[in-house]
T-cell receptor
Framework: GAVVSQHPSRVICKSGTSVKIECRSLDFQATTMFWYRQFPKKSLMLMATSNEGSKATYEQGVEKDKFLINHASLTLSTLTVTSAHPEDSSFYIC????????????FGSGTRLTVV | QKEVEQDPGPLSVPEGAIVSLNCTYSNSAFQYFMWYRQYSRKGPELLMYTYSSGNKEDGRFTAQVDKSSKYISLFIRDSQPSDSATYLCAMSVSGTSYGKLTFGQGTILTVHP
């Protein structure tokens, strides 16, 4: 089945630094990838939708200059949290939908970001 | 009013029980309905997907959709401790690559031996 690899699974960074999270579709081409944020015991909140080769579409209230998304190929999307602050600490999850092969969004295993 | 409402629980049941998880929605444009299971500190995994009213069965899981009432359910038969997780309903307007998902709040389920 479709596999999405997300890396790193856990990262701790200092306030003011930037962190990059990678999301790769391993055995299929992902035309569209989605980035979510999840707070403890809360549901997933969509941050942005990225389409290969074009600019990401951000949801209302999400700062595009703070959360930089790049979807340069059909198998890789990256989320960079710039100038991270403690309030950015969260669980970030990507998901991808392939070109063909039925319905269903495959999720990565998530990245736990802690900003200290 | 949120587009998708889901009782957050928590729900605690004994092993072997039948579990019923439910979501209601307000957007009549939703056409595709999914249930995801999420273990702690992991990404969600797709359990069931359906796009029509009625029942869909897969092993111990049955997904039910009632579009007229804007109500969906997931039933788990013969529940097992390994079913303990957070269950998320999700919906989308479109089934294409650009159809984004709207999630419910998630229900925390614990199945105790």
């Amino acid at each position: 089945g479709a596999v999405v690899s997300q890396h790193p699974s856990r990262v701790i960074c200092k306030s003011g630094t930037s962190v990059k999270i990678e999301c790769r579709s391993l055995d299929f081409q992902a035309t569209t990838m989605f980035w979510y944020r999840q707070f403890p015991k809360k549901s997933l909140m969509l941050m942005a939708t990225s389409n290969e080769g074009s600019k990401a579409t951000y949801e209302q209230g999400v700062e595009k200059d703070k959360f930089l998304i790049n979807h340069a190929s059909l198998t890789l999307s990256t989320l960079t949290v710039t100038s991270a602050h403690p309030e950015d600490s969260s669980f970030y999850i990507c998901s991808a939908k392939g070109l063909t092969g039925g319905y269903g969004y495959t999720f990565g295993s998530g990245t736990r970001l802690t900003v200290v | 009013q949120k587009e998708v409402e889901q009782d957050p629980g928590p729900l605690s049941v004994p092993e072997g029980a039948i579990v019923s998880l439910n979501c209601t929605y307000s957007n009549s444009a939703f056409q595709y309905f999914m249930w995801y299971r999420q273990y702690s500190r992991k990404g969600p995994e797709l359990l069931m997907y359906t796009y029509s009213s009625g029942n869909k069965e897969d092993g111990r899981f049955t997904a039910q959709v009632d579009k007229s009432s804007k109500y969906i359910s997931l039933f788990i038969r013969d529940s097992q401790p390994s079913d303990s997780a957070t269950y998320l309903c999700a919906m989308s307007v479109s089934g294409t690559s650009y159809g984004k998902l709207t999630f419910g709040q998630g229900t925390i389920l614990t199945v105790h031996p």
